[in-house]
Nanobody, 120 residues
Framework: QVQLVESGGGLVQAGGSLRLSCAAS?????????MDWYRQAPGKQRELVAG???????NYADSVKGRFTISRDNAKNTVYLQMNSLKPEDTAVYYC?????????????WGQGTQVTVSS
């Protein structure tokens, strides 16, 4: 019904930048309540990195505050994660999560994940 397509991951040196994108599309009419970025490093639990609500309010994990910025383009149903001053400990698979509403109720979707690798 709905697909989340992520892009923008890759390999970067410490101190560098990357921008992740997550575009939501589908065969149903929906509205986005919130979109979040999570990450999961090898051997660790998935953790919330940043989120943005329909109101525009944002939240960040303490570990990324001041370095990462989440934003959205409502016309494109797309959320972005600008990652600056990257550190090796930011290495992980980054997942997009969308909280949606449509006429039949409430939906949660995950993207397929995009690898971010930060070399020291």
């Amino acid at each position: 019904q709905v697909q989340l397509v992520e892009s923008g991951g890759g390999l970067v040196q410490a101190g560098g930048s990357l921008r992740l994108s997550c575009a939501a599309s589908g065969s149903i009419i929906f509205s986005i309540n919130a979109m979040d970025w999570y990450r999961q490093a090898p051997g660790k639990q998935r953790e919330l990195v940043a989120g943005i609500r329909s109101s525009g309010s944002t939240n960040y994990a303490d570990s990324v505050k001041g370095r990462f910025t989440i934003s959205r383009d409502n016309a494109k149903n797309t959320v972005y994660l600008q990652m600056n001053s990257l550190k090796p400990e930011d290495t992980a698979v980054y997942y997009c999560n969308a909280d949606l509403s449509w006429k039949m109720g409430h939906l949660i979707y995950w993207g397929q994940g995009t690898q971010v690798t930060v070399s020291s």
